[in-house]
């Protein structure tokens, strides 16, 4: 859904822990899904995406697992890093053509590494 | 350019003056995207565009708010009679995926600091 008019939560996590972050999507018609790192000062960055006939995909220390049935994506990235402190967003796509074609985002999660 | 490019990358209005803000997409992508984020908050959709379609303009929050593109090139976001309300960064972003093919990331501009005075 939209993001307006909210301060962020955070989720503070040790250095070296395991990191999990979560988004609820809203359209259970959306077929693609996509999470982005935002650091201070610029913009979103691209970090790993699913589509809806998967339910995970690995990537570099990050891994995206996606829960159809309770509309539900999840972000885990392993052993975190102080520069993976930033603003995490989830995006859905609701299909590829049409009024619902359009990038969505959820309200973002500020993820804050303690050293 | 590489990437998605934002002009000015700051700009600071008298309260009641027009502005406008501009993206440059990556060449050939056909959908275009602004959103709004303010201070500490999330992004706020604001318009896409979609190839030759009609623009998704739901994310407007008023009439003092347009935007334009030509063809799958330039686009611009104007602000007319701005508010201090208005103030935020105002982000674009570039898709070469929806229409005729599989929807894929969108790629961001560094953004527009609006700061109305």
């Known amino acids: 859904g939209e993001s307006v008019g909210l301060h962020l939560p955070t989720l503070s996590v040790q250095e070296g822990d395991n990191s999990i972050i979560n988004c609820a999507y809203s359209n259970s018609a959306s077929d693609y899904f996509i999470w982005y790192k935002q650091e201070s000062g610029k913009g979103p960055q691209f970090i790993i995406d699913i589509r809806s006939n998967m339910d995970k995909r690995q990537g570099q220390r990050v891994t995206v697992l996606l829960n159809k049935t309770v509309k539900h994506l999840s972000l885990q990235i392993a052993a975190t890093q102080p520069g993976d402190s930033a603003v995490y967003f989830c995006?859905?796509?609701?299909?590829?053509?049409?009024?619902?074609?359009?990038?969505?985002f959820g309200k973002g999660i500020t993820l804050s590494v303690r050293p | 350019g590489a990437g998605v490019s934002q002009s000015p990358s700051n700009k600071v209005t008298e309260k009641g003056k027009d502005v406008e803000l501009r993206c440059d997409p990556i060449s050939g992508h056909t959908a275009l995207y602004w959103y709004r984020q303010r201070l500490g908050q999330g992004l706020e959709f604001l318009i896409y565009?979609?190839?030759?379609?009609?623009?998704?303009k739901s994310g407007l929050p008023s009439d003092r708010f347009s935007a334009e593109r030509t063809g799958e090139s330039v686009s611009t976001l104007t602000i007319q009679r701005t508010q201090q309300e208005d103030s935020a960064v105002y982000l674009c972003?570039?898709?070469?995926?929806?229409?005729?093919?599989?929807?894929?990331?969108?790629?961001f501009g560094q953004g527009t600091r609006l700061t109305v005075v």
């Open positions: 995006a859905e796509n609701m299909g590829p053509t049409g009024a619902n074609s359009k990038l969505t």
């Open positions: 972003a570039s898709s070469p995926g929806g229409g005729a093919i599989p929807n894929t990331e969108a790629f």
């Open positions: 565009f979609q190839g030759n379609s009609a623009p998704d």
